[in-house]
């Protein structure tokens, strides 16, 4: 069984940082895209970033750009997202997920998420 568990959310100040981590089980990872996403009370789920598990290829949304790090450890199945120069706007439930590069009938997993909230 797939699993994706999120870790290392809180408080912080604006302008601090956190780094968040998500473990990964159940398969290997090879032929996935895995992302990072946040979702604000009141707002839809949106895309914040991905990294290639094969290649480690990267992409960010534009808000985020410059900020934030996706990394990836192939020893430890795991993916982090460091996060730098937090905003109050970046104060969201954090969702790690698991895509394969065919589409979702081939594989789509989310973990349960973990609350970063900036202080203004």
């Known amino acids: 069984q797939v699993r994706l568990v999120e870790s290392g959310g809180g408080l912080v100040q604006a302008g601090g940082s956190l780094r968040l981590s998500c473990a990964a089980s159940?398969?290997?990872?090879?032929?996935?895209?895995m992302k990072w996403f946040r979702q604000a009370p009141g707002k839809e789920r949106e895309f914040v970033a991905s990294?290639?598990?094969?290649?480690?290829?990267?992409y960010y949304t534009d808000s985020v750009k410059g900020r934030f790090t996706i990394s990836r450890d192939n020893a430890k199945n795991a993916v982090y997202l460091q996060m730098n120069s937090l905003k109050p706007e970046d104060t969201a439930v954090y969702f790690c997920?698991?895509?394969?590069?065919?589409?979702?009938?081939?594989?789509?997993?989310w973990g349960q998420g973990t609350q970063v909230t900036v202080s203004s």
């Open positions: 159940g398969r290997t990872f090879s032929g996935y895209a």
């Open positions: 997920n698991a895509a394969h590069y065919s589409g979702p009938r081939w594989g789509n997993y």
């Open positions: 990294i290639i598990w094969d290649y480690g290829t990267t």
